[in-house]
């Protein structure tokens, strides 16, 4: 019993540090999150920055996809249209796929959204 106190304690000031910091730094990494979305050669993980509660950054992952289309991606607006956004006014923006690469972006499209999602389910939680 008293170890279990001990942790509470312990998580109580942590979360009190937490509150205290002005400035909430996330970042949500979707290869393990997302394991069954493809782009055309693999999967397409994203690193998504919230810096108090908005998106800062939005950036492409290790991969496989063939480097000159994914180029095509990167230099798209996917991973800059939601920047400044909370991941609730992120969800109801359309992101469309970029012509040409397809495959990839709409795989990017749906790591976005997943990790956007996994974002507002945390808050939900606390």
Known sequence: MRKIFEILLAAGFLA??????????ISIDTTCLVKNV?????????????????????VPL???????????????????????????EALK??????????????GIILNIRAGLKAAVDSVKVR
């Open 16 to 25: 009190a540090i937490l509150a205290a910091d002005p400035v909430r730094k």
């Open 38 to 58: 493809w782009g055309y050669n693999g999967r397409t993980p994203v690193r998504i920055t919230l810096v108090d509660g908005k998106i800062t950054e939005i």
């Open 62 to 88: 290790k991969n496989d996809e063939d480097p000159l289309y994914f180029k095509m991606v990167t230099e798209s607006v996917l991973f800059t249209k939601l920047n400044g956004k909370t991941p609730e």
């Open 93 to 106: 923006v359309r992101l469309d796929a970029v012509s040409g690469a397809t495959y990839s972006s709409e």
